[in-house]
């Protein structure tokens, strides 16, 4: 694959902007362990596994991006946010520039988040991945920390177990575990992902979400030294626990 190709499908910019790039010396490529400046544009590579690059700043070929990002409270996850900065502007252009299928897309996040909500946000370019993650067919369970404004009682618990009937649909939805933490604090699993459901479900049963905290997916946990606001490419391990 032609370096400017390779450039292009990373998010780089339009081809002539990949090329302009690689003539201008901007890019480097790592050729048997060390990186090497090139201002050949057509310089012909593999692109799988290929590190590189561009302005001084370090990236790997991906031929379809997965990443996660510690989403922080008060930003909102839609590309055209109403009152809050958008959680895409938290990452940097190339993974908000990726093209797919000749659209310049980027990645998408799994699913919405609150703008109050905080915690693990997936987004990938990858869409049987997205459809995987999110599908409420596919009842990968979600974990949320919820703190809430009263005391939780056994029978809330027992409540949000049994099912809970929603305003907008007559079938009740459940929590697939409902774990206390302490009086005011309980880990609630989801497997499904309705609007507001969290918030919803805590309605219904007389309660109110002070603050909600998404911290589990599938098996990967929100890694503990990331800080809101920081993303990170997930590795094929973390892949591994989100199937698990
Ligand atoms: N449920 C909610 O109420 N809000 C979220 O952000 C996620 C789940």
Redesign the pocket.
């Known amino acids: 694959m032609q370096l400017q190709d390779i450039l292009y499908s990373q998010g780089f910019g339009i081809r002539r902007v990949c090329s302009g790039l690689v003539q201008q010396g901007w890019v480097e490529v790592c050729v048997e362990g060390e990186m090497q400046r090139t201002t050949d544009s057509a310089l012909d590579l593999e692109p799988e596994g290929l590190k590189f690059r561009v302005q001084g700043v370090a990236w790997e070929y991906y031929e379809k991006g997965y990443v996660l990002l510690y989403k922080p409270a008060g930003t909102e996850c839609s590309q055209k946010p109403s009152a809050h900065p958008s959680i895409y502007t938290l990452l940097p252009a190339p993974l908000r520039q990726r093209p797919n299928k000749n659209a310049i897309q980027g990645l998408q996040a799994v699913g919405r988040?609150?703008q109050d909500?905080t915690g693990l946000l997936l987004l990938s370019d990858d869409g049987q991945f997205i459809h995987r993650m999110s599908s409420p067919k596919k009842h990968v369970p979600k974990v949320?920390r919820v703190a809430a404004k009263h005391a939780v009682t056994a029978q809330m618990v027992e409540r949000l177990l049994a099912g809970v009937v929603l305003d907008d649909d007559p079938k009740p939805v459940r929590a697939a575990a409902c774990v206390q933490v302490d009086e005011h604090t309980i880990d609630l699993t989801l497997t499904e992902?309705k609007y507001?459901?969290?918030?919803?479900m805590l309605a219904a049963v007389g309660n109110r979400?002070e603050g909600?905290h998404?911290w589990k997916i599938g098996g990967l946990e929100l890694p503990a030294d990331m800080q809101p606001g920081q993303w990170r490419w997930l590795t094929a391990a973390d892949l591994e626990l989100l199937r698990a």
């Open positions: 988040l609150d909500t949320y992902g507001h459901q969290v918030k919803r979400v909600l998404r």
